[in-house]
């Protein structure tokens, strides 16, 4: 079963992208490299709950 996570800005925190990310006893937060355009530089993104 997948879910939609939401990514966060590490940075400034804007919410700029949503992703689906499987829910299987995952225990860590996504996180990936995304650009930000509040930023204007490629941050890291980490999953929101």
Aim: aromatic share 4%.
């Amino acid at each position: 079963m997948t879910k939609k996570a939401v990514l966060a800005c590490s940075v400034c925190g804007s919410r700029n992208y949503s992703t689906a990310a499987s829910s299987q006893a995952r225990e860590e937060r996504l996180e990936l490299k995304k650009y930000c355009k509040t930023c204007n530089a490629s941050t890291v993104h980490k999953e929101t709950r």
